[in-house]
């Protein structure tokens, strides 16, 4: 029987979250009191040897994203470093970042002046999604109580380190969850991405080293800070360790957020904590990683979730979401969905995604209208239209639709043309 680690979501549902003496009781902010006391690339070695890796969708190496924010130049006179949270929570089917601001804040809190100290950010944003009010209330809440208690502000608890953080909220674009889109909100730009490289953590916000990361991952690094790399790395996977919050919806008995060691079977998931398909049906498909995932067949029930063992199989992780599908919902109204609204949330900035996703939905439209009298060259040319805007697109939104359509088209093909 499977059962849930919790590190991210220990204290959800345990503790009152609008009180930080609750928190404290639970042991917060002994973490920080003890990373005060550690040079800076201490934590950020700690971190790197804890193998945590971003939650956010990319998956890429929180301590590595420390080192080179820490390490980066100015190439200003005036220097300052940033720490930013995304807390945007776009992409479709996850939740999970909600959950954490909403019942445990300070956790949060903690794991980011914990990751500004190591990086030397004198200022953080968390920007969060503007309908998401009572996560925004209870971080500002958090943010108070914390800078009344002296872990935030001037001085923290005398180590002469400072850091403010203030809350910024998301107008309600997708692509403004992608962490360079994010960048130029906060600045009070239009949601328009920039060219990488430079990186975030070279030339981030105002042109200064940005340290930029979800929710979820700086709330690992309060237990990874008190317990050890050694002890983070022997939980979950050898490539993947740790937990993750997975968020499941659909056609499931009991959806919700279960957060798990890394590593579990895919039917696991599905079939033990989120209850099983709905009345009794079979499972035909689930689409892992939100929008910009994979539908993925019946064999991958015994899959391993981690970052490696579902790119090997030319699947993502993402951000953890699991839409399942029963076998009486057809995958083209879904990929449909997805494909309309692709097509809404590209900024329109390059031409090959902002005719392209036009282009794919139309395909698909009439796709589904001529049904069996479709030439099958449309589903060709909608897997080369992808492909090739998944090349040519200036940002990874417009890399994005090939993911959804090459899987429905491996694995569903004979009936996207019923
Ligand atoms: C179109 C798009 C939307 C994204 N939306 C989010 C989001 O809502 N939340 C998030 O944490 N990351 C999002 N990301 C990923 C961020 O660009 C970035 O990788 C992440 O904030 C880094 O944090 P991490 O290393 O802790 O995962 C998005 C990426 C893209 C391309
Ligand atoms: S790929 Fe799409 S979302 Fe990204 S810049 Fe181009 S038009 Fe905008």
Not at 209 to 214: E, H, K, S, V, Y
Not at 296 to 310: Q, Y
Not at 364 to 380: Q, R, V, Y
Request: hydrophobic share 40%.
């Amino acid at each position: 029987m499977l059962i849930e680690r919790r590190i991210a979501l220990k204290n959800v549902g345990r503790i009152n979250p609008a009180k930080i003496e609750d928190y404290m009781a639970a042991g917060g902010y002994k973490a920080l009191k003890q990373a005060l006391q550690m040079p800076p690339e201490k934590i950020v070695y700690e971190l790197i040897q804890s193998g945590l890796r971003g939650r956010g969708g990319a998956g890429f190496s929180a301590g590595l994203k420390k080192k080179f924010t820490s390490e980066a130049a100015c190439v200003l006179l005036e220097c300052m470093r940033f720490i930013v949270c995304n807390a945007d929570e776009g992409e479709p089917g996850t939740f999970k970042d909600r959950i954490i601001m909403e019942g445990d804040p300070h956790l949060l809190i903690e794991g980011m002046i914990i990751a500004a100290y190591a990086v030397g950010a004198q200022k953080g944003y968390i920007y969060i999604r503007g309908e998401y009010h009572k996560s925004i209330d209870m971080t500002r809440k958090a943010l108070g109580q914390t800078k009344a208690n002296g872990f935030l502000g001037d001085n923290i608890l005398g180590s002469g380190y400072s850091l403010d953080i203030d809350v910024k909220l998301g107008g309600g674009s997708y692509l403004c969850g992608e962490e360079f889109t994010l960048l130029e909100s906060i600045e009070g730009k239009r949601g328009y991405p920039r060219i990488k490289p430079p990186y975030p953590a070279q030339k981030g916000l105002f042109g200064m080293p940005t340290l930029i990361n979800n929710v979820e991952t700086l709330s690992h690094i309060p237990a990874i800070i008190l317990n050890g790399a050694k002890w983070y790395k022997s939980i979950g996977t050898d490539q993947s360790p740790g937990t993750k919050i997975f968020s499941i919806s659909g056609d499931v008995n009991n959806p919700g957020n279960f957060e798990v060691e890394m590593g579990v079977r895919l039917k696991e998931l599905i079939f033990n904590l989120a209850g099983g398909i709905k009345d009794d049906k079979k499972f035909k498909t689930a689409l892992i990683g939100g929008a910009a995932g994979t539908f993925v067949p019946e064999s991958f029930l015994d899959v391993r979730m981690g970052f490696e063992s579902l790119r090997e199989k030319d699947a993502v992780l993402g951000s953890g979401a699991i839409i399942v599908m029963a076998e009486d919902k057809p995958i083209r109204d879904m990929l449909h969905s997805i494909l309309r609204f692709f097509g809404h949330e590209s900024c329109g900035k390059c031409v090959p995604c902002r005719v392209g996703t036009r282009h794919l939905l139309i395909l698909l439209e009439k796709i589904i209208a001529e049904g069996p009298n479709n030439h099958s060259s449309d589903i060709d040319a909608l897997l080369e239209q992808s492909e090739l805007m998944a090349k040519t697109s200036l940002c990874p939104l417009g890399q994005s639709p090939v993911l959804p359509i090459k899987s429905a088209v491996r694995y569903f093909r004979e009936e996207l043309i019923i």
